[in-house]
């Protein structure tokens, strides 16, 4: 199947990431102007399911690899049969999601195929040489570098949320089952003895469906605690500005915007956030904004669905109070 693209999914717990979804969107984009295939690649174990959620988000076909070895990310391996599947299928382009695997995985397979690799997309076109121009974050997000990989296949890490994935549709996908690989044995240079999760990976923004975000108005790690409070109570996930970050009241794993995580959720509500717009660029595509900020003129209410005027530390507890009564 040449005249493809390949977009890699990554699992977790025979889960998809969203990211890998999300990247369907602008493969088909680019896919159809070319006339392309989208093509979702599975590496994992136990991945039918998964392979038939990537038809359904629009993919044209799935290979999958499936063996209890692949059960879990390895660098080698992985690396070893994403290029021995871009060797065979010969890809125009390989979209891998910019998580802590995917950026471990992209320059592993880049440098095996030979080609270059652009870091951490947020968009992406095409030019006019028929080439994809991606739009990389560069300096902690102060420019926004275009990017041409010149060479055959283009490849790129995206980042999550950047793209909104398809309304899901229940679609019937050719699946390629590609499970007889064998790797070779000077491919395997390392062994995992052991996965040990870091603190911003048990953050998942990127795929909440609420999120409480606090900012500088929070005016204390004691008060923040209100923004936990609110996130909890609406099964949500707590982000945050900058600035409480920067003076110590939660962790960076929680920052969201131009230098931190890109998020869509369903509801955003951002308490005490001014709407600066290294925050903006990273939850405008939110699909519900509730702001709440005794400035009546913060540009955040620009972008909000409602605006709340008023003090955050009367605000927060009233609809914490408010929302116990409806559920009591
Ligand atoms: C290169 C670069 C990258 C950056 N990347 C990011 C990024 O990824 N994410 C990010 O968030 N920022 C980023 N920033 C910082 C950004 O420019 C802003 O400084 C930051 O977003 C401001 O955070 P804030 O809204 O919490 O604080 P402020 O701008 O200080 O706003 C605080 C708001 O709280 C309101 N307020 C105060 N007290 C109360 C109260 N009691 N009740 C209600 N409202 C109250 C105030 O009216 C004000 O609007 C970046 C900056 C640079 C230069």
Redo the contacts with the bound molecule.
Sequence with gaps: MENCIFVVMETENGAVKNVGFEMITPAKEIAAAKNLKTVAVLIGNDVDGAAKQAGNYGADAVITVDAPEYKTYASDEYAAVLTTLAEKYKPEAIFIGATPNGKDLAPRVAVKLNTGCAADVTAMKLNDEGRIAFTCPV????ILAENVVETIPQMATVRGGAFKKAEPSETSVEIICEDEITLKAEDIKTKIVDVVKEISEAVNLEDADVIVAG???M?SPENFALVKELADLLGGVVG?????IESGWISRAH??????KIVSPKLYIA?????????VT?MVGSDYIIA????ED?P?FDIANVGIV????QVIPAMIEEIKKMRA
Excluded: M
């Design positions: 300096y902690g997000g102060t900012g500088r108005g005016g945050a500005t900058r600035a409480p920052q969201i915007g131009q230098s931190g308490c005490g956030i001014s709407g600066a717009t290294q925050h990273g709440i900020n005794k400035d913060a955040i008023g003090n955050v530390l």
